[in-house]
């Protein structure tokens, strides 16, 4: 059974920076994906980036493109995400996850998820 713990929230700046790392127990290998995801107060959670296991290939949410990067370290078996130039709209619960597939919704690709981290709360203030 796979577990997942995130860590590296906090606290930043607008136009800031922070590193989030989920690292995973059990046969993550055997899942198709990994992914981030968030949840601000009042608002469905949504994808972030979503990491294909299989061929290491990645989407991302088009509103973090070019500000956000994920990256999977295997001999730690964990998934970062740099998130740069951090807007207010940021600030969320974080939650990194793990599925047997892909889905498209709202326009988007992302990992469907079956496991899920506690997440770590992320809040991005002037």
């Known amino acids: 059974q796979v577990q997942l713990a995130e860590s590296g929230g906090g606290s930043v700046q607008t136009g800031g920076s922070q590193t989030l790392s989920c690292v995973a127990s059990g046969d993550i290998d055997s899942n198709y994906c990994m992914g981030w995801f968030r949840q601000a107060p009042g608002r469905a959670r949504e994808g972030v980036a979503s990491?294909?296991?299989?061929?290491?290939?990645?989407d991302y949410a088009e509103s973090v493109k070019g500000r956000f990067t994920v990256s999977r370290d295997n001999a730690k078996n964990t998934l970062n995400l740099q998130m740069n130039s951090l807007k207010a709209e940021a600030t969320a619960m974080y939650y990194c996850?793990?599925?047997?597939?892909?889905?498209?919704?709202?326009?988007?690709?992302?990992?469907?998820?079956?496991?899920w981290g506690q997440g770590t709360q992320v809040t991005v203030s002037s």
């Open positions: 990491f294909y296991i299989g061929d290491g290939s990645i």
């Open positions: 996850a793990t599925g047997p597939s892909r889905r498209y919704y709202h326009g988007e690709w992302h990992c469907e998820p079956n496991t």
